[in-house]
């Protein structure tokens, strides 16, 4: 699927939406972390989406709890992502999965230079920016 389209859905309707995708007997739900438009008007900025994995359509569950059902959707939807323990709102928690997936980026990037890296004080450098990196990221979890 095509993020593409999803975005083009939200952006025309100021509302969350609950995609359920179907397809041989198996369903998946998607749904995008909304913020208000800084423009102050009605309009909504999907930030990231959340999927479930692929499962069979009667395995697909979700509840409908407490006082925010969009928030309670995307935790749900989300999964490990966005759980926690700390009782942090659904923004900070966000914000968390991205600084993590920007993190994993960066070290996945480093990694490639430093095989391709053939002087060794470099690759030193890059080896010690690679382990502040992880220990960073370990602290975020």
């Not at 995307?74 to 323990?85: E, F, N, S």
Request: with cysteine; charged share 35%; aromatic share 6%.
């Amino acid at each position: 699927l095509d993020e593409a389209v999803l975005k083009q859905i939200d952006k025309e309707i100021p509302y969350h939406i609950l995609f359920i995708l179907t397809c041989d007997g198996k369903a998946q739900a998607w749904i995008g972390y909304k913020e208000a438009a800084a423009s102050g008007s009605n309009a909504f900025k999907v930030s990231r989406y959340y999927h479930t994995d692929w499962m069979p359509e009667d395995e697909l569950h979700l509840s409908i709890d407490g006082l925010n059902m969009d928030e309670s959707l995307v935790r749900q939807i989300a999964g490990d992502k966005l759980q926690t323990d700390s009782g942090e709102s659904l923004k900070e928690s966000v914000e968390r999965d991205e600084k993590k997936k920007q993190l994993e980026k960066q070290i996945s990037v480093l990694e490639n230079k430093m095989k391709k890296e053939k002087q060794l004080n470099r690759r030193m450098e890059m080896n010690s920016e690679l382990k502040r990196l992880r220990m960073e990221s370990e602290r975020i979890k």
